[in-house]
């Protein structure tokens, strides 16, 4: 598992089975989940100053991963066993 925090495994630890089949049999939750994780990353370098970026571009980021999160939230709850 990664170190970089607000992975989607640490955000749902309860649907992590559904993440993964949901990976495999729906190409718009994959694409989401991808999103997800490269804006993750990006927001992750940035604090760790691996990357810097200025404080409006950072916003942007957490801004745009909480959308993908909600997205991907919404999803889950669609798909509950």
């Known amino acids: 598992m990664s170190h970089t925090p607000?992975?989607?495994a640490e955000e749902f630890p309860?649907?992590?089975?559904?993440i993964?089949?949901?990976?495999l049999e729906d190409?718009?939750?994959?694409?989401l989940a991808?999103?997800?994780?490269?804006?993750?990353?990006?927001?992750h370098r940035a604090e760790t100053l691996v990357e810097p970026v200025s404080e409006q571009h950072e916003a942007e980021l957490r801004r745009e991963r909480l959308r993908l999160k909600d997205e991907i939230a919404r999803i889950l709850r669609e798909n509950a066993a």
Do not use: G, P, W
């Open 6 to 8: 607000h992975e989607l």
């Open 14 to 18: 309860e649907a992590i089975d559904r």
């Open 20 to 23: 993964h089949a949901l990976k």
């Open 27 to 31: 190409t718009h939750f994959a694409r």
């Open 34 to 43: 991808e999103e997800y994780h490269t804006v993750n990353r990006s927001i």
